[in-house]
């Protein structure tokens, strides 16, 4: 009995010993797959190391110095824009003062035209010369101030627009209805769509 008792503790203390063995296997082998990742880890930490040392430091400036060349590209075409936008306006500030003085003149070579064309409405005498030749100068006038985008506002027969006329009275017509623009006192004038002078008119009620 005491003899079998004692096999039973020596297999029992054999199984042990294997257990024993087997996990300080398997911790070594876990141990060297740590130093196996450590080791890529640091093959891998040195080689990118060793790219960027790698890296010539010329291409970062070449890099820096092309951004700045980019930004300036940028920032002067901005201002070149901004240049012209601001000379058109100027010009054509510049533009609008010179017709508003210009239009007083052409009233009045207007006013001259049909005074004279009343005067001689009742002769049978031929043209007068000089009359002939304000005629031309009046037409050569108009066709100038058309070409560099000088026009008449429309007025009578047209609905009132606060916009383009000035209404400075009312009264009655049989011709037109309410709202609508029976006689105008003075031309109004446009330069490039923009009003230098509305047109003095006179509104049906």
């Known amino acids: 009995m005491s003899d079998k008792k004692n096999i039973e503790d020596i297999e029992v203390e054999e199984k042990a010993d294997a257990v024993s063995d087997t996990e300080e296997t398997e ?45 300036l590209m940028a920032e ?14 100027m010009f054509e500030t510049g533009a609008k003062s010179v017709v508003e003085k210009i239009l007083p003149v052409v009233d009045n070579f207007e006013r001259a035209l ?35 985008g000088v026009k008449p506002i429309e007025a009578v ?24 623009i029976c006689k105008e006192l003075l031309k109004g004038y446009t330069y490039r769509d923009s009003v230098v002078r509305h047109s003095m008119v006179s509104v049906v009620q």
Request: aromatic share 6%; net charge negative; charged share 45%.
């Open 27 to 71: 911790t070594e082998g876990a141990a060297g797959a740590e130093e196996t990742v450590d080791a890529e880890s640091g093959e891998t930490e040195e080689k990118t190391e060793s790219e960027e040392e790698k890296k010539d430091p010329r291409d970062a400036k070449i890099e820096e110095l092309n951004d700045k060349h980019i930004r």
């Open 76 to 89: 002067f075409e901005n201002f070149r824009k901004r240049s012209e936008k601001e000379k058109d306006q």
């Open 114 to 148: 049909l005074m004279a064309e009343q005067a001689n409405a009742d002769e049978d005498a031929e043209k007068d010369p000089f009359m002939d030749g304000m005629e031309k100068v009046y037409k050569q006038l108009q066709a100038g101030l058309d070409e560099i």
């Open 157 to 180: 027969g047209k609905e009132f627009n606060p916009d383009f006329h000035n209404a400075v009275m009312q009264e009655e017509s049989e011709e037109f209805e309410s709202g609508i």
